[in-house]
């Protein structure tokens, strides 16, 4: 293309952006190009965007989908500082951002390590004495025993709200905490929005339901975490069939000099050591970060893998009753940089510094939250799975006299001092079933509304 020809379009992409003060995606660049009668494939678009952040005439934050393009002006200049300057970085930290925020084309090309997973522990712990340490000090929610699950079910409402949005946010998508909200309470999908986004996000609930009421069987094996691959994925991927499976195609990482591993007996191999390696560790946040960390660098599936790993991190958090880690707040630029340095340098501190100070604003936030709500029942806590159990029995098999069919069951099931006190529970749950709590006995809205429309269902 002749040069004269090359500097227009760079002008007129430069000048978009420049009436963008909120940033824009490259869809939406496309689309904003077309409408002004400048056409080209998304190849050539890329290509021009590199060259206008080379020479520094724009700017951009965040990778791979969630790559948003802004003017050089100074208060969007002002934003990036303050984003950088939320969270507090290591050293190690600051000498990483460094590095990933260099052009792509500084920095050298590299493939998936093997050592890096395999010199664990003998590398680690990835979280020192101290930190570990405040972390559960912080984190702890309760003093004494009981059941796996039981934090994040006293917060749930807002876990599956906050978790779906951020974690769906660090992905790019564009539904605000409030759209989110809306259609997680009420079903509401939030208008001009792609139908993946929503998608995305309902996904996530349904996922974050999984691990809650999975939690006593919930672990870092293959079961865990390919199903939780296949929830988050589904109907997302052009292949449905690689839903909750390892991947057998090569995948690159857009924003990233790194290149997974490609070959599928080796990524099984690589898959299940990591698993074993994350079972083995005995701190429960270790194998949180641990997990975020080499989930997201093996890269086992074809897409989704990054939410897989966000949400696998919670899984001994569930387990062991400490607050769970929502990301909210986490910012983007931040998240991506942290990603990138393990990617590309093995470096973990970086990430490390991100997960700290996001778990600090989880637990202000569902700490405060639980103290709200007071102490559990410890009574429905001992029951909560039969209780789950009988009220799913009434409400799918529409039986005609609930409360006979309620008795009865505690009779056989249940020490006679407390059957009473059981099919209370149970009469009282029943009675306030509605579309917004269903979830928690893993019941769909579909479900609910046929017994609603029964006579069976008590009033």
């Given at each position: 293309m002749?040069?004269?020809?090359?500097?227009?379009?760079?002008?007129?992409?430069?000048?978009?952006?420049?009436?963008?003060?909120?940033?824009i995606g490259?869809?939406?660049?496309?689309?904003?190009?077309?409408?002004?009668g400048?056409?080209?494939?998304?190849?050539?678009?890329?290509?021009?965007m590199?060259?206008l952040?080379?020479?520094?005439?724009?700017?951009?934050?965040?990778?791979?989908k969630?790559?948003?393009?802004?003017?050089?002006?100074?208060?969007?200049?002002?934003?990036?500082?303050?984003?950088?300057?939320?969270?507090?970085?290591?050293?190690?930290?600051?000498?990483?951002?460094?590095?990933?925020s260099?052009?792509?084309?500084?920095?050298?090309?590299?493939?998936?390590?093997?050592?890096?997973?395999l010199?664990?522990?003998?590398?680690?712990?990835?979280?020192?004495?101290?930190?570990?340490?405040?972390?559960?000090q912080?984190?702890?929610?309760?003093?004494?025993?009981?059941?796996a699950?039981?934090?994040?079910?006293?917060?749930?409402?807002?876990?599956?709200?906050?978790?779906?949005?951020a974690?769906?946010?660090?992905?790019?998508?564009?539904?605000?905490?409030?759209?989110?909200?809306?259609?997680?309470?009420?079903g509401?999908a939030?208008?001009?929005?792609?139908?993946?986004?929503?998608?995305?996000?309902?996904?996530?609930?349904?996922?974050?339901?999984?691990?809650?009421?999975?939690?006593?069987d919930?672990?870092?094996?293959?079961?865990?975490?390919?199903?939780?691959?296949?929830?988050?994925?589904?109907?997302?991927l052009?292949?449905?069939?690689?839903?909750g499976?390892?991947?057998?195609i090569?995948v690159?990482?857009?924003?990233?000099?790194?290149s997974?591993?490609?070959?599928?007996?080796?990524?099984?191999?690589?898959?299940?050591?990591?698993?074993?390696?994350?079972?083995?560790?005995?701190?429960?946040?270790?194998?949180s970060?641990?997990?975020?960390?080499?989930?997201s660098?093996?890269q086992?599936?074809?897409?989704?893998n990054?939410?897989v790993?966000?949400?696998?991190?919670?899984?001994?958090?569930?387990?062991?009753?400490?607050?769970?880690l929502?990301?909210?707040?986490?910012?983007k630029k931040?998240?991506?940089?942290?990603?990138?340095?393990?990617?590309?340098?093995?470096?973990?501190?970086?990430?490390?510094?991100?997960f700290?100070?996001?778990?600090?604003?989880?637990v202000?936030?569902?700490?405060?939250?639980r103290?709200?709500?007071?102490?559990?029942?410890?009574?429905?806590m001992k029951?909560?799975?039969l209780?789950?159990?009988?009220?799913?029995?009434?409400?799918?098999?529409?039986?005609g006299?609930?409360?006979?069919?309620?008795?009865?069951?505690?009779a056989?099931?249940?020490?006679?001092?407390?059957?009473?006190?059981?099919v209370?529970l149970?009469?009282?749950?029943?009675?306030?079933?509605?579309?917004?709590?269903?979830?928690?006995?893993?019941?769909?809205?579909?479900?609910?509304?046929?017994w609603?429309?029964?006579?069976?269902?008590?009033r």
């Open positions: 002749p040069k004269h020809i090359e500097e227009q379009d760079l002008k007129a992409i430069e000048q978009q952006i420049a009436i963008c003060h909120k940033g490259i869809s939406e660049l496309e689309t904003a190009l077309a409408a002004s400048i056409a080209m494939n998304r190849r050539a678009l890329l290509r021009r590199t060259i952040i080379a020479s520094k005439r724009i700017r951009a934050t965040g990778a791979f969630g790559r948003v393009y802004w003017p050089l002006t100074t208060e969007t200049s002002g934003d990036q500082e303050l984003e950088e300057s939320l969270i507090p970085l290591s050293g190690a930290g600051r000498e990483i951002r460094r590095h990933v260099q052009p792509i084309q500084r920095r050298e090309p590299i493939g998936y390590r093997r050592d890096f997973l010199s664990y522990p003998n590398n680690g712990p990835y979280l020192d004495d101290a930190t570990r340490k405040y972390l559960h912080i984190g702890r929610a309760h003093q004494e025993s009981v059941p699950g039981t934090m994040a079910r006293q917060v749930m409402g807002r876990l599956l709200i906050d978790l779906s949005w974690s769906s946010y660090l992905e790019g998508n564009t539904y605000s905490l409030l759209e989110t909200e809306r259609l997680i309470s009420f509401q939030a208008e001009g929005k792609d139908a993946l986004e929503t998608q995305m996000i309902l996904n996530h609930k349904q996922a974050i339901e999984f691990l809650v009421e999975s939690a006593d919930i672990g870092f094996n293959r079961y865990s975490i390919l199903n939780l691959h296949a929830i988050l994925s589904d109907n997302l052009p292949n449905p069939e690689a839903c499976r390892l991947r057998q090569a690159g990482i857009g924003g990233s000099v790194y997974p591993l490609s070959t599928p007996q080796l990524l099984d191999e690589y898959f299940q050591r990591a698993l074993d390696i994350a079972e083995a560790i005995s701190d429960p946040f270790e194998q970060f641990f997990a975020l960390a080499h989930l660098y093996l086992p599936f074809e897409d989704v990054k939410r790993a966000r949400l696998a991190a919670n899984i001994p958090l569930i387990k062991h009753n400490l607050c769970p929502s990301f909210i707040d986490v910012p931040s998240y991506v940089e942290g990603i990138l340095g393990v990617y590309e340098l093995n470096r973990i501190e970086l990430l490390r510094d991100v700290v100070w996001g778990y600090e604003r989880s202000k936030r569902y700490l405060s939250t103290e709200e709500l007071g102490e559990p029942d410890p009574f429905r029951y909560r799975s209780l789950t159990e009988i009220i799913r029995e009434v409400v799918l098999h529409g039986v006299q609930a409360q006979d069919v309620v008795t009865t069951w505690a056989e099931h249940l020490p006679e001092n407390e059957q009473q006190r059981f209370n149970v009469q009282s749950e029943l009675k306030g079933l509605h579309e917004g709590n269903i979830a928690r006995f893993r019941l769909r809205p579909a479900e609910f509304v046929a609603q429309g029964s006579e069976s269902h008590v």
